[in-house]
C-alpha cells in the first residue's frame, strides 16, 4: 500500500495550482488555505523506476555478522545479529556483566560503559556500531588487585546496597572526575543524572565520588 | 526488537537510494536513542537500517557573521559546548542542557533530536495499535491523556517531545533536507506537521529524504533569549511544557518577540497571538499578563491535562519579564 505520506503532499506541479502545503503546519493553519501562504519547499515526490533501479545497485547491508570488540583493552571477536546491542553483546556472548540491564531504553544508566572515551549507555547501542571502538566497562577499572580510588570511596563511603545500579555509577563517575578532577556538588549531581539508583544512595554516592576526586587530587 | 537488515552509508548522495517508498522498507539512525526504543517497542518495525553515523563530514558546527551552521549529525553534547551556541544561541544552548542525560546528549545528534517520534504511551506500547500506527483509535481519547496535546490537535493528541526543536524554531532556523532529486532547505515553522495532514509523521519529510544540516540566524545583537521546562522529576525527563522565547527589547519597547512552546502539541507550538500582541509595545507585568493569556486563548485542553494551560501562561509571564528587564 502507498504510504500515505506520499499522497498527502503535493509534488511540485500541483503545488503551483493549489498550496496547500502549509496549510496543516502552525502557520499555514492560521493563514489559511491559498492565501499566499510562502511554502518554502516541498520535496518533488519519487519516481518509483529511479528509487527501484538505483536501490538494486547499492549495497544489501547484512543481517548478521562476525565483529571485533575492543573491551578494556582485549579483542575479542563476535558474532551477532544486526539488531544485538553492545550491552547484550558484552554480557551474553563474552561473560562480561558488569554492564546490567534494567530498563534496556537508555532511562537508567545501569549499562553504562565508555567508547572512545565518550560516555554512552551500552543498552542503546549497535554491537556493530562498537566495531573497532574501544569499549571501557567496569571490569576495566581496578589495576589488577588495587581497586580504583572510586571504587574504594564507593566501599568506603558505603555507596552501594544492592549494587545492581554501582558499575554505571562508577562509569559515569570515573568519565565526570576525567574532565573534571574537582567538580561541585552540583557538577557531581548533574554528571550522575543519567544514573538512577532504584535502592535510593545517592548522598553516598555523591560523597564518595567527591571524597575520591579529593584523594585522586592528592595523587592518592 | 525484529531484526533487520543493518546498511552504512557512506555518502549524503547515496543515501536516498538505500531508503525506500515507505517506512516499513528503510529508516535512517542516527545516535539510535529513539529510534531502538520504538524498535523494541515494535512502534517501528523496519526491514532496513541505514546507518548515517558512517558517512563523513556529517557533523560540525560553523559559524560565520550570518549564521550557525549544524551538520546533522553533531551530537547534543558538541552543540552544548560550542563557545559561539553559549555566546549568541542562549535558547538552544539552554533547551539542550536540559535534554536527558550526559549518555543521551553524548549520543543523541541534533538533527536525530528534532526527528524523535511521539512518546504517547499508547504509541510506545505494543498492545495499542493506535491511528499514528495504522490502527483504527486514539486511544488517548478516552483514555488517560495527562501528557498529552492541548492545541492543534485530532485526529492523534500527541505532543512533540524535543526541547532543541522550540529553540530551532525561535530562532527562526531552516532544515536542510536531501531527497532523490537533491536538496532544498525549508524553515522549521514550514517542517512540522499537524496530524490533520498526516496522522502518521510529525513532518513534511518523505520515506526516502533526510535532514543534512541545521541552519541558525545570528539573532540580533539586541535580542536575548532563554528556555523555561517544566518536568515531573527534575532529572531525566521530557517537557510537560517548555518554552523558547528570542526577544528584542528596547528601552522597555518589546521590537520583536518569538515564542515556542514544547510539550503542548503535535508541533513546537508557535505562540503567535501572543508574539503579535508583545511586537511594538512596553513591556510591563500587565502586559506580560494579557500576553499569556493571549498565548493560550486557543488552548483545548483534555479532560486530564488542563494544568498545563496554567503552566503555560506562567512560562510566557516569566520569560516576557526576565527578556525586558
Ligand atoms: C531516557 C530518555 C530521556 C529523554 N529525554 C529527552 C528530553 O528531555 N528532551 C528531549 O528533547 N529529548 C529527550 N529524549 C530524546 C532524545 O533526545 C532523542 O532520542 C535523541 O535526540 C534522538 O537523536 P538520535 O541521534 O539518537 O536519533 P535516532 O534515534 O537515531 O533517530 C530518531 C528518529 O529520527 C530519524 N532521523 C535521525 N536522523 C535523521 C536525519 N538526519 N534525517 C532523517 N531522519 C533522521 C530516525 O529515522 C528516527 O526516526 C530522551 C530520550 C531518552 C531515551
Ligand atoms: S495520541 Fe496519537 S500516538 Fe497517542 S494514542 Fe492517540 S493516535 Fe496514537
Ligand atoms: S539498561 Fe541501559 S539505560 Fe537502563
Ligand atoms: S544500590 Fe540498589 S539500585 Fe542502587
Known amino acids: ?220 | 526488537m525484529q531484526n533487520f537488515t543493518y546498511v552504512n552509508a557512506t555518502s549524503i548522495e547515496q543515501v536516498p537510494s538505500l531508503l525506500g517508498r515507505s517506512w516499513d522498507d528503510a529508516v535512517v539512525m542516527a545516535g539510535g536513542t529513539d529510534l531502538l526504543g520504538e524498535m523494541k517497542d515494535f512502534a517501528a518495525v523496519p526491514r532496513r537500517v541505514v546507518n548515517l553515523k558512517s558517512i563523513e563530514g556529517l557533523d560540525y558546527i560553523r559559524q560565520d557573521d550570518a549564521a550557525l551552521s549544524i551538520g546533522a549529525l553533531t551530537t547534543l553534547t558538541d552543540v552544548l559546548n560550542h563557545d559561539a551556541v553559549s555566546k549568541d544561541y542562549t535558547v538552544l544552548n539552554q533547551a539542550v542542557s536540559v535534554i536527558a542525560s550526559p549518555q543521551i546528549r553524548n549520543m543523541a545528534t541534533l538533527a536525530g533530536n528534532i526527528l524523535q517520534r511521539p512518546r504517547c504511551w499508547y504509541y510506545r506500547s505494543e498492545d495499542f495499535p493506535c491511528l499514528k500506527k495504522g490502527g483504527a483509535r486514539c486511544y488517548a481519547v478516552g483514555g488517560v491523556n495527562t501528557y498529552h496535546a492541548i492545541f492543534g490537535s485530532g485526529p492523534s493528541y500527541i505532543v512533540h517531545p524535543s526541547d532543541a526543536a522550540p529553540a530551532l524554531m525561535a530562532l527562526g532556523a531552516t532544515v536542510k533536507i536531501h531527497g532523490p532529486r537533491g536538496g532544498n532547505e525549508v524553515v522549521l515553522d514550514d517542517f512540522f506537521t499537524l496530524p490533520e495532514m498526516n496522522i502518521r509523521r510529525e513532518n513534511i519529510l518523505r520515506p526516502n529524504e533526510i535532514v543534512t544540516e541545521l541552519t541558525i540566524p545570528k539573532p540580533e545583537a539586541n535580542s536575548k533569549g532563554m528556555y523555561l521546562k517544566v518536568r515531573e522529576r527534575d532529572s531525566i525527563d521530557f517537557a510537560l511544557v517548555s518554552l523558547a522565547a528570542q526577544m528584542t527589547v528596547v528601552n522597555g519597547t518589546c521590537e520583536r518577540a518569538s515564542l515556542v512552546f514544547g510539550g503542548v502539541a503535535p508541533v513546537p507550538w508557535r505562540a503567535i497571538e501572543a508574539e503579535r500582541y508583545l511586537q511594538g509595545r512596553r513591556i510591563t507585568e500587565s502586559r506580560a499578563e494579557s500576553a499569556a493569556e493571549a498565548a493560550v486563548e486557543d488552548a483545548k485542553p483534555m479532560p486530564h491535562n488542563g494544568y498545563k494551560v496554567e503552566i503555560a501562561k506562567n512560562l510566557v509571564r516569566q520569560a516576557v519579564m526576565a527578556l525586558a528587564a
Open chain 1, 1 to 220: 500500500m502507498a504510504d500515505r505520506h506520499d499522497e498527502a503532499r503535493p509534488d511540485e506541479s500541483s503545488q503551483s495550482k493549489n498550496k496547500t502545503g502549509t496549510r496543516f503546519t502552525r502557520r499555514g493553519f492560521l493563514k489559511g488555505a491559498g492565501a499566499g501562504a510562502v511554502t518554502a519547499a516541498v520535496a518533488p515526490a519519487i519516481l518509483v523506476s529511479e528509487a527501484g533501479k538505483a536501490a538494486a545497485q547499492e549495497t544489501e547491508g547484512v543481517m548478521s555478522a562476525t565483529v571485533t570488540l575492543d573491551v578494556n583493552g582485549q579483542s575479542h571477536n563476535v558474532e551477532v545479529e544486526a539488531r544485538t546491542t553492545l550491552a547484550d553483546a558484552l554480557r551474553d556472548r563474552l561473560e562480561i556483566t558488569g554492564p546490567k540491564v534494567v530498563c534496556d531504553r537508555g532511562e537508567c544508566g545501569a549499562c553504562t560503559v565508555a567508547m572512545d572515551g565518550k560516555l554512552v549507555f551500552s543498552c542503546m547501542t549497535l554491537a556493530m556500531d562498537a566495531q573497532g571502538r574501544k569499549i571501557e566497562t567496569v571490569e576495566g577499572l581496578a589495576d589488577g588487585d588495587n581497586l580504583h580510588p572510586l571504587q574504594e570511596a564507593f566501599i568506603e563511603k558505603d555507596a552501594l546496597m544492592c549494587g545492581f545500579c554501582t558499575p554505571g555509577f562508577l562509569m559515569s563517575s570515573k568519565a565526570l572526575l576525567d574532565a573534571n578532577g574537582d567538580p561541585t556538588p552540583e557538577e557531581v549531581r548533574e554528571g550522575l543524572s543519567g544514573n538512577i539508583c532504584r535502592c535510593g544512595t545517592y548522598p553516598h554516592v555523591f560523597e564518595a565520588v567527591t571524597s575520591a576526586a579529593e584523594k585522586m587530587r592528592k595523587g592518592g
